[in-house]
C-alpha cells in the first residue's frame, strides 16, 4: 500500500490517540517522534540493504547505520521489559553513529510510571503494521516524512504546551528573511541561536526550489535549549540532509570554534530571545576572548546588541547577516545606544525593516530585521535603507500574517533599493545622527511632511525654535517654574497641550515643558498644534516605547514641527480665540433661553448673524452619499410636512447604513458568522430574517450587533480581531459607529415613526411643527455624535484597474455628498474589488470591506441621475430596494443570490 497524506495523517493522528493518557503532553511529543524515526530509518535501512549493489554490511553505504539490537525488528515482538528494549536500542544506534549522540538519551522509555508495558506494546503492533512501511518505495512523496514529523509536533501536544514557541520565528517571516540574505551554493551558513531550525532548513530548502546543488553546503547551528536542538536534529535527519552540525550550547559562551579562533561564515541568520533577560553577561564583564563586545556591553536587560556584535564577528569579511529583534533595539539608550552609534558609524548597518506587530505565536510583541552587510552596494555606503512594513498584513483568527504579496512588496523594494512614499526610503547617516542613532523607521518614513505641505505648512526643526526644554521638578509646587511663551505638551497618551500651569490635569512628570522663541514661535499656536490631528499624529510619531509609549526629551528635541510664518500663527490664534468667544457666546444665550423668558426675542436677533444654513450644507457634502441624497431633500424643501416625511426617511436609512456595514464586517469573517447568526437573527421580537426591512427590526438588529462588536472591541485579546474585521485602524472611527447615542436617537425615531401611524391625513400645523422639532433634535445629536468621523472613511465603487507589485490601484466613484455626479479619484488596495459593489474603506488603508448590497447605487452619468436604493423586501423571488430621494424610478426589483441567501436563511447560511 503506497502511503498518501491522508494515510499517514490518520496513522498518527491514532498513534497520538494510543498515548493520550500520559499526564505530560512533552513526553507523549517524545516517545512519538522517537518511535516514528526509529521506523523510518529501519525501514529506509531495509530498502537500501535490499538493493545494495555494494557490501550492505559495510557502514559507509548508509547515512545511518542500524546495528544488530537497534533496528525496529529488535523490540517489535518484546512483550515485557519493553522500555528497555527500546533504550537499549537507541543507546546502540547512538554509539554507532557520532552524530546521534545523546539525541534520545534523555527520552528514557523503561519508566513504567509514564508509559506501563501495556501502552507501549499497543503503539509498537500500530507502528509494525506492514502497509505503515516508511520507506521512499512507500511513500507518494518522501516529502510526507517531514510532514510526518510537524504532525506528530501538532497530535503531541508539543506546540501548545511549550511556552517557549511563542517567540519562534513565524514561517512567513523565516522565508522573507532568507530571500532578504540570498544563499547559494558552497556557501557556510550559521544559526547561532537556531531556536527550531527553521532559518537553516529554510536555507537548504530554498536552495533546493532554486535547483543548486547542495553537496558543498555547509550548515551550522547552536541551540541551548534541549528541546529545540532535538527538533532541529530530528528536522534535518528526515529531510535526508545529514551534514548540517547542529550543537547543543550557548553561542555568547562557546561559539563554532576553528584553530581556537571564531569561524566565519558567509551568512548568519537567527531570532535570539527578543529582550533576553538572562543572557551571560557576566562572561563580558572581564573582556571576551573573542572580541565580541569592543562596542560595548548591553545592560543586563536586553542581550539584543550582545547578539549582534557576535553574529559581527562570526560574519566573513564579504559576508551578511540578518537578525529579527524587537523594536526597543533600534531605539533603546544608554549602554545600547552607545553600541548602536558604533554600528552607525562604521557603516555596518545596510537595511531596516519594520515588521507589523502580533506575528507571533502568543505575544503581541512588535519586531524588525536588521540587516548587516560588510560589503554594502555603493549607494548604501554611508546611507542605511528603511522599509517600514508595520501596516503589510492580513488578520486572521486573532494574529497578523504576512501575505505572499506582502512579501514580494518588501523582497521588490530591497532588490530595487527604491523609495516609495510612506513605506522606504535611503537615509543618510548625518540624517541618523541628528536623530541621535535612532533606527526607528518611523522617524524617517512618514506621511506628516506630505500632510503638512498641503496644509501649507512648512516644517522646522524643533530644536531651533526651543530657548528651553524642561522636565519637572519635585522641588516645586507645581512641578515647573512658569515662564513666558511656553506649553507643557503630555508625554503619553492624547491629553491636552496646555499654555497655563494651573490648567494641567496629569500629574506634572507626565508633561514636558516647551519654552519658544518668540520671534519664531507662540505659544499659543504651538499648544493648538499639538492638539490638532497633525500634531497628535506627530506626537504619535515621536512617542517609544514596548509597553507605553512616550515623549522623552531627546525624541522632541531631534523632531519637526510644522508652521505658518509668525503672521499667520497670529491670525490662526485670533481665530481660534474668536471661534471660543462665539461657542462660549452660545452657551450664554442657551442658558439664558432657560431661565429667562423675557430674551426670547433678544436671542432670536443674536442667532440670525449666525448662518446655520452654509455650515449645514457644508456637513452634508461630507456625509456619505446614501444619506446625503436625503438629507439634501429635506434641506430643499421648505413644507414642514415634507421635512417631516424626509426625515424619518433619514433615520430608517441611516439604521440599514449602519446594519450594512456592521452585518457585512461579520458576515465574510465566515467562522465568526457562524457563531453569532443565531444570537443576530432570533431574538425577544421572533425575527428571524429580513423577508421584509422595517425600521424596528433595523433597531433590534443593530442592538444586537453594537453588543458583539462592543464584547470584541473591548476584549484585549479580540480587539485587532475586531477592528480587522471593519477593516478599521481608528479605533475612535468604529467606537462612533457603534456608539449607544447613536441607538438611542434610531430607538427614539423609531418610536416616533410608530407613534405617528395612521395620523397622515389633514394635521394641525402646530403639530407638524412639533414633530419637525422632535426630529430637528434627533438630527442635531446624530450630527454631534457623528462629528466628523466620516471624514476618514471612503464609500466607493471601483471602476478601472491595474496590478502590480501585489497591489491594485483602482479609478474608483467616491460616494460622497448629495451631487449626482460622482467624482473619480484613483486609490490602492491590497486586494481585488468587484465592479458593481460598493467599498468602504479606511483614508490611507489598503483593505476595503465589502459591504453586503443592503443599500446600492445606480450610476447614469450622461443623465445625471445617479441614485441609491435601500433594501426593501423580498418580493416574487427577487429583491425590492427602494429609494428615498429618487422619484424618478422609485423602486428596483431584481435578483441577488448573496443577499437573498442571507435574507430567506440567514441561520443556515453558508
Same mark, same amino acid.
Given at each position: 500500500?503506497?502511503?498518501?497524506?491522508?494515510?499517514?495523517?490518520?496513522?498518527?493522528?491514532?498513534?497520538?490517540?494510543?498515548?493520550?493518557?500520559?499526564?505530560?503532553?512533552? #513526553?507523549?511529543?517524545?516517545?512519538?517522534?522517537?518511535?516514528?524515526?526509529?521506523?523510518?530509518?529501519?525501514?529506509?535501512?531495509?530498502?537500501?540493504?535490499?538493493?545494495?549493489?555494494?557490501?550492505?554490511e559495510?557502514?559507509?553505504?548508509?547515512?545511518?547505520?542500524?546495528? $544488530?539490537?537497534?533496528?525496529?525488528?529488535?523490540?517489535?515482538?518484546?512483550?515485557?521489559?519493553?522500555?528497555?528494549?527500546?533504550?537499549?536500542?537507541?543507546?546502540?544506534?547512538?554509539?554507532?553513529n557520532?552524530?546521534?549522540?545523546?539525541?534520545?538519551?534523555p527520552?528514557?522509555?523503561?519508566?513504567?510510571?509514564?508509559?506501563?508495558?501495556?501502552?507501549?506494546?499497543?503503539?509498537?503492533?500500530?507502528?509494525?503494521?506492514?502497509?505503515?512501511?516508511?520507506s521512499?518505495s512507500?511513500?507518494? $512523496?518522501?516529502?510526507?516524512?517531514?510532514?510526518?514529523?510537524?504532525?506528530?509536533?501538532?497530535?503531541?501536544?508539543?506546540?501548545?504546551?511549550?511556552?517557549?514557541?511563542?517567540?519562534l520565528?513565524?514561517?512567513q517571516i523565516?522565508?522573507?528573511?532568507?530571500?532578504?540574505?540570498?544563499?547559494?551554493?558552497?556557501m557556510?551558513?550559521?544559526?547561532?541561536?537556531?531556536?527550531?531550525?527553521?532559518?537553516?532548513?529554510?536555507?537548504?530548502?530554498?536552495?533546493?526550489?532554486?535547483?543548486?546543488?547542495?553537496?558543498?553546503?555547509?550548515?551550522?547551528?547552536?541551540?541551548?535549549?534541549?528541546?529545540?536542538?532535538?527538533?532541529?536534529?530530528?528536522?534535518?535527519?528526515?529531510?535526508?540532509?545529514?551534514?548540517?552540525?547542529?550543537?547543543?550550547?550557548?553561542?555568547?559562551?562557546?561559539?563554532?570554534?576553528?584553530n581556537?579562533?571564531?569561524?566565519?561564515?558567509?551568512?548568519?541568520?537567527?531570532?535570539?530571545?527578543?529582550?533576553?533577560?538572562?543572557?551571560?553577561?557576566?562572561? @563580558?564583564?572581564?573582556?571576551?576572548?573573542?572580541?565580541?563586545?569592543?562596542?560595548?556591553?548591553?545592560?543586563?536587560?536586553?542581550? $539584543?546588541?550582545?547578539?549582534?556584535?557576535?553574529?559581527?564577528?562570526?560574519?566573513?569579511?564579504?559576508?551578511?547577516?540578518?537578525?529579527?529583534?524587537?523594536?526597543?533595539?533600534?531605539?533603546?539608550?544608554?549602554?545600547?545606544?552607545?553600541?548602536?552609534?558604533?554600528?552607525?558609524?562604521?557603516?555596518?548597518?545596510?537595511?531596516?525593516?519594520?515588521?507589523?506587530?502580533?506575528?507571533?505565536?502568543?505575544?503581541?510583541?512588535?519586531?524588525?530585521?536588521?540587516?548587516?552587510?560588510?560589503?554594502?552596494?555603493?549607494?548604501?555606503?554611508?546611507?542605511?535603507?528603511?522599509?517600514?512594513?508595520?501596516?503589510?498584513?492580513?488578520?486572521?483568527?486573532?494574529?497578523? %500574517?504576512?501575505?505572499?504579496?506582502?512579501?514580494?512588496?518588501?523582497?521588490?523594494?530591497?532588490?530595487?533599493?527604491?523609495?516609495?512614499?510612506?513605506?522606504?526610503a535611503?537615509?543618510?547617516i548625518?540624517?541618523?545622527?541628528?536623530?541621535?542613532?535612532?533606527? @526607528?523607521?518611523?522617524?524617517?518614513?512618514?506621511?506628516?511632511?506630505?500632510?503638512a505641505?498641503?496644509?501649507?505648512?512648512?516644517?522646522?526643526?524643533?530644536?531651533?525654535?526651543?530657548?528651553?526644554?524642561?522636565?519637572?521638578s519635585?522641588d516645586?509646587?507645581?512641578?515647573?517654574?512658569?515662564?513666558?511663551?511656553?506649553i507643557?505638551l503630555?508625554?503619553?497618551?492624547?491629553?491636552?497641550?496646555?499654555?497655563?500651569?494651573?490648567?494641567?490635569?496629569? #500629574?506634572?512628570?507626565?508633561y514636558?515643558?516647551?519654552?519658544?522663541?518668540?520671534?519664531?514661535?507662540?505659544?499659543?499656536?504651538?499648544?493648538?498644534?499639538?492638539?490638532?490631528?497633525?500634531?497628535?499624529?506627530?506626537?504619535?510619531?515621536?512617542?517609544?516605547?514596548?509597553?507605553?509609549?512616550?515623549?522623552?526629551?531627546?525624541?522632541?528635541?531631534?523632531?519637526?514641527?510644522?508652521?505658518?510664518?509668525i503672521?499667520?500663527?497670529?491670525?490662526?490664534?485670533?481665530?481660534?480665540?474668536? %471661534?471660543?468667544?462665539?461657542?462660549?457666546?452660545?452657551k450664554?444665550?442657551?442658558?439664558?433661553?432657560?431661565?429667562?423668558?423675557?430674551?426670547?426675542?433678544?436671542i432670536?436677533?443674536?442667532?440670525?448673524?449666525?448662518n446655520?444654513?452654509?455650515?449645514f450644507?457644508?456637513?452634508i457634502?461630507?456625509?456619505?452619499?446614501?444619506?446625503?441624497?436625503?438629507l439634501?431633500?429635506?434641506?430643499?424643501?421648505?413644507?414642514?410636512?415634507?421635512?417631516?416625511?424626509?426625515?424619518?426617511?433619514?433615520?430608517?436609512?441611516?439604521?440599514?447604513?449602519?446594519?450594512?456595514?456592521?452585518?457585512?464586517?461579520?458576515?465574510?469573517?465566515?467562522?465568526?458568522?457562524?457563531?453569532?447568526?443565531?444570537?443576530?437573527?432570533t431574538?425577544?421580537?421572533?425575527?428571524?430574517?429580513?423577508?421584509?426591512?422595517?425600521?424596528?427590526?433595523?433597531?433590534?438588529?443593530?442592538?444586537?450587533?453594537?453588543?458583539?462588536?462592543?464584547?470584541?472591541?473591548?476584549?484585549?485579546?479580540?480587539?485587532?480581531?475586531?477592528?480587522?474585521?471593519?477593516?478599521?485602524?481608528?479605533?475612535?472611527?468604529?467606537?462612533?459607529?457603534?456608539?449607544?447615542?447613536?441607538?438611542?436617537?434610531?430607538?427614539?425615531?423609531?418610536?416616533?415613526?410608530?407613534?405617528?401611524?395612521?395620523?397622515?391625513? %389633514?394635521?394641525?400645523?402646530?403639530?407638524?411643527?412639533?414633530?419637525?422639532?422632535?426630529?430637528?433634535?434627533?438630527?442635531?445629536?446624530?450630527?454631534?455624535?457623528?462629528?466628523?468621523?466620516?471624514?476618514?472613511?471612503?464609500?466607493?465603487?471601483?471602476?478601472?484597474?491595474?496590478?502590480?507589485?501585489?497591489?491594485?490601484? @483602482?479609478?474608483?466613484?467616491?460616494?460622497?455628498?448629495?451631487?449626482?455626479?460622482?467624482?473619480?479619484?484613483?486609490?490602492?488596495?491590497?486586494?481585488?474589488?468587484?465592479?458593481?459593489?460598493?467599498?468602504?474603506?479606511?483614508?490611507?488603508?489598503?483593505?476595503?470591506?465589502?459591504?453586503?448590497?443592503?443599500?446600492?447605487?445606480?450610476?447614469?452619468?450622461?443623465?445625471?441621475?445617479?441614485?441609491?436604493?435601500?433594501?426593501?423586501?423580498?418580493?416574487?423571488?427577487?429583491?425590492?430596494?427602494?429609494?428615498?430621494?429618487?422619484?424618478?424610478?422609485?423602486?428596483?426589483?431584481?435578483?441577488?443570490?448573496?443577499?437573498?441567501?442571507?435574507?430567506?436563511?440567514?441561520?443556515?447560511?453558508?
Open positions: 500500500m503506497t502511503i498518501d497524506l491522508i494515510t499517514l495523517e490518520r496513522f498518527l493522528w491514532e498513534a497520538g490517540e494510543i498515548l493520550s493518557v500520559l499526564k505530560f503532553k512533552k #513526553k507523549k511529543f517524545y516517545y512519538l517522534s522517537a518511535l516514528f524515526f526509529l521506523k523510518r530509518i529501519s525501514d529506509q535501512f531495509d530498502e537500501i540493504f535490499n538493493h545494495l549493489k555494494g557490501d550492505p559495510d557502514p559507509d553505504n548508509y547515512e545511518i547505520f542500524i546495528p $544488530d539490537g537497534a533496528h525496529w525488528r529488535d523490540i517489535r515482538n518484546v512483550s515485557e521489559g519493553i522500555g528497555f528494549e527500546i533504550d537499549k536500542a537507541f543507546d546502540a544506534l547512538e554509539d554507532f557520532p552524530i546521534l549522540k545523546g539525541l534520545f538519551t527520552i528514557q522509555f523503561m519508566d513504567p510510571t509514564n508509559l506501563p508495558d501495556r501502552l507501549l506494546n499497543k503503539l509498537i503492533q500500530h507502528f509494525s503494521n506492514p502497509k505503515y512501511n516508511l521512499n512507500n511513500l507518494m $512523496d518522501t516529502g510526507l516524512i517531514l510532514i510526518g514529523f510537524e504532525l506528530i509536533i501538532k497530535y503531541g501536544g508539543y506546540i501548545s504546551s511549550e511556552s517557549n514557541n511563542e517567540f520565528p513565524p514561517p523565516v522565508k522573507l528573511i532568507i530571500k532578504l540574505l540570498k544563499p547559494e551554493e558552497g557556510k551558513i550559521c544559526d547561532p541561536c537556531s531556536r527550531n531550525g527553521s532559518f537553516l532548513l529554510e536555507s537548504v530548502n530554498n536552495l533546493k526550489e532554486k535547483g543548486n546543488n547542495l553537496d558543498n553546503l555547509s550548515i551550522f547551528g547552536k541551540e541551548l535549549s534541549y528541546d529545540l536542538w532535538y527538533i532541529t536534529k530530528l528536522y534535518f535527519f528526515l529531510s535526508g540532509f545529514f551534514s548540517a552540525k547542529i550543537e547543543l550550547g550557548n553561542s555568547l559562551i562557546n561559539p563554532f570554534l576553528q581556537n579562533e571564531l569561524m566565519k561564515f558567509d551568512i548568519v541568520i537567527s531570532s535570539p530571545p527578543m529582550n533576553q533577560w538572562d543572557w551571560p553577561r557576566k562572561h @563580558y564583564t572581564n573582556g571576551d576572548p573573542y572580541n565580541r563586545s569592543k562596542y560595548g556591553i548591553p545592560p543586563k536587560t536586553s542581550g $539584543d546588541w550582545m547578539w549582534l556584535q557576535h553574529m559581527l564577528e562570526i560574519t566573513s569579511e564579504y559576508g551578511r547577516f540578518g537578525i529579527l529583534t524587537d523594536n526597543g533595539a533600534l531605539f533603546r539608550g544608554r549602554s545600547e545606544r552607545k553600541i548602536r552609534k558604533a554600528f552607525i558609524k562604521d557603516d555596518l548597518i545596510e537595511t531596516i525593516i519594520e515588521l507589523p506587530s502580533n506575528l507571533f505565536w502568543n505575544t503581541n510583541i512588535s519586531c524588525c530585521v536588521i540587516i548587516i552587510n560588510k560589503n554594502k552596494p555603493e549607494i548604501l555606503k554611508n546611507n542605511i535603507y528603511f522599509i517600514q512594513a508595520k501596516d503589510e498584513f492580513e488578520h486572521f483568527q486573532g494574529k497578523n %500574517i504576512l501575505q505572499e504579496f506582502h512579501l514580494n512588496k518588501i523582497l521588490s523594494a530591497y532588490e530595487k533599493l527604491e523609495n516609495i512614499e510612506q513605506f522606504s535611503i537615509i543618510n548625518e540624517t541618523i545622527k541628528k536623530n541621535d542613532y535612532n533606527l @526607528y523607521p518611523k522617524i524617517y518614513i512618514n506621511d506628516l511632511d506630505s500632510i505641505s498641503k496644509m501649507r505648512l512648512d516644517s522646522y526643526y524643533l530644536k531651533d525654535l526651543i530657548s528651553e526644554i524642561n522636565l519637572s519635585k516645586l509646587l507645581n512641578g515647573f517654574e512658569s515662564k513666558s511663551n511656553s507643557y503630555p508625554k503619553i497618551g492624547r491629553s491636552e497641550s496646555i499654555v497655563n500651569l494651573d490648567e494641567i490635569s496629569l #500629574k506634572p512628570h507626565n514636558i515643558q516647551l519654552v519658544f522663541n518668540p520671534d519664531k514661535l507662540l505659544a499659543d499656536f504651538a499648544s493648538g498644534f499639538y492638539n490638532s490631528p497633525l500634531g497628535l499624529k506627530l506626537r504619535e510619531h515621536i512617542s517609544f516605547g514596548s509597553v507605553i509609549p512616550s515623549i522623552s526629551k531627546k525624541s522632541l528635541i531631534t523632531s519637526k514641527i510644522y508652521l505658518p510664518d503672521n499667520t500663527q497670529n491670525i490662526i490664534i485670533d481665530l481660534h480665540q474668536n %471661534i471660543r468667544e462665539i461657542i462660549l457666546q452660545l450664554e444665550y442657551d442658558s439664558k433661553l432657560w431661565s429667562n423668558l423675557k430674551e426670547i426675542n433678544n432670536r436677533q443674536k442667532l440670525s448673524s449666525f446655520r444654513k452654509e455650515g450644507e457644508e456637513w457634502n461630507k456625509l456619505p452619499y446614501p444619506l446625503a441624497s436625503i439634501i431633500r429635506y434641506h430643499a424643501d421648505i413644507k414642514p410636512k415634507l421635512k417631516v416625511d424626509h426625515l424619518l426617511n433619514f433615520f430608517e436609512a441611516l439604521a440599514e447604513f449602519l446594519f450594512t456595514i456592521m452585518i457585512s464586517a461579520m458576515y465574510w469573517k465566515t467562522e465568526l458568522f457562524d457563531r453569532f447568526k443565531k444570537t443576530i437573527f431574538n425577544e421580537k421572533g425575527f428571524k430574517n429580513l423577508k421584509f426591512s422595517t425600521f424596528g427590526k433595523l433597531v433590534t438588529y443593530n442592538s444586537t450587533l453594537i453588543k458583539i462588536t462592543n464584547d470584541l472591541l473591548f476584549s484585549s485579546e479580540n480587539r485587532n480581531l475586531c477592528l480587522s474585521l471593519y477593516h478599521i485602524n481608528t479605533i475612535e472611527i468604529l467606537e462612533s459607529i457603534i456608539n449607544d447615542k447613536l441607538m438611542k436617537i434610531l430607538k427614539i425615531t423609531n418610536r416616533y415613526r410608530n407613534d405617528w401611524k395612521g395620523h397622515s391625513g %389633514i394635521m394641525n400645523p402646530d403639530i407638524i411643527s412639533n414633530r419637525l422639532t422632535l426630529l430637528e433634535k434627533e438630527l442635531t445629536n446624530f450630527r454631534e455624535v457623528m462629528a466628523n468621523k466620516f471624514d476618514s472613511l471612503l464609500f466607493i465603487l471601483p471602476g478601472k484597474n491595474d496590478y502590480e507589485f501585489g497591489k491594485y490601484s @483602482y479609478t474608483v466613484h467616491d460616494l460622497k455628498g448629495p451631487s449626482m455626479i460622482f467624482k473619480k479619484k484613483e486609490i490602492i488596495t491590497s486586494i481585488p474589488m468587484d465592479k458593481g459593489t460598493i467599498y468602504m474603506i479606511e483614508k490611507n488603508q489598503l483593505t476595503p470591506l465589502k459591504l453586503l448590497p443592503f443599500f446600492t447605487i445606480s450610476l447614469e452619468p450622461r443623465k445625471n441621475k445617479n441614485a441609491c436604493y435601500f433594501y426593501n423586501k423580498i418580493q416574487d423571488g427577487k429583491v425590492r430596494w427602494i429609494s428615498y430621494h429618487f422619484e424618478q424610478c422609485p423602486e428596483i426589483l431584481e435578483k441577488n443570490e448573496v443577499l437573498q441567501n442571507l435574507i430567506e436563511n440567514p441561520l443556515n447560511n453558508e
